[in-house]
């Protein structure tokens, strides 16, 4: 299968959105959710398990992400997995991003991406913006090249990949989208492949 499709159906959430209707968000030809379920070791999206069942209802592919903060890697990996209790077909990432008041390292990473793997038999995605780029330099960390890799970069331009991964898989392309079934803008995301090769990585196939 070609790698030169991109698909752009896939956004992501979290409690900021106010989302009035996931049918609308299916109809407006959104094929798949992923949420913010949880950060540090501390606190869950209070929206998450509600909105999760109500994606499910009307037909989305679900997933779910945590945001990294500076404290023992594997403890947040367990958190995660504790609040979100994947099945096969929940997708799973961790949001590796700039975070002033508890700046999540890149051993922490590792170290979650290793306890999700030792968890549920598969990796997580590693989702960043620049930050990765900046505290990897050349270096690749052969632990995160096994994560499928999500950029957050916004504009028209091509993804900037570091050297762990060799392509990207999901860009994160604008925080400002417009999708019917959300009342304000939101993030978007378009993968790198076909939609069958999406629905392998969801889990579906």
């Known amino acids: 299968m070609s790698n030169t499709q991109e698909l752009n159906v896939v956004i992501d959430l979290s409690h900021y959105n106010t989302i009035t209707s996931f049918t609308q968000i299916k109809s407006a030809g959104v094929v798949g959710i992923i949420h913010k379920a949880t950060q540090a070791t ?3 999206d209070s929206t998450y398990a ?11 592919w679900w997933g779910a992400y945590h945001f990294g903060a500076n404290e023992d890697g594997a403890a ?10 994947p099945g096969p077909n929940d997708l799973l990432a961790l949001d590796f991003e700039e975070n002033p008041q508890s700046q999540m390292t890149i051993t922490q990473a590792e170290q979650f991406v290793t306890e999700v793997f030792n968890q549920t038999g598969r990796y997580p995605g590693f989702y ?3 930050l990765a780029g900046k505290m990897l330099g050349n270096n ?3 632990v995160l090249a096994n994560c499928w890799f ?21 860009w994160q392309y604008t925080e400002s989208g417009p999708v019917s079934g959300i009342s ?3 993030d978007r995301d378009t993968f790198n492949g076909t939609m069958d090769q999406l629905s392998q990585l969801w889990g579906h196939s």
């Open 42 to 44: 501390n606190w869950i």
């Open 50 to 60: 509600q909105r999760k069942q109500q994606a499910l209802a009307a037909g989305l």
């Open 76 to 85: 947040q990996a367990q958190y995660f997995l504790s609040k979100v209790n």
């Open 128 to 130: 960043s913006d620049a």
């Open 140 to 142: 690749k960390s052969a």
């Open 150 to 170: 999500w950029r957050a970069q916004y504009g028209t331009s091509a993804p900037i990949v570091p050297a762990t991964w060799p392509t990207w898989t999901m």
């Open 184 to 186: 304000a803008p939101c």
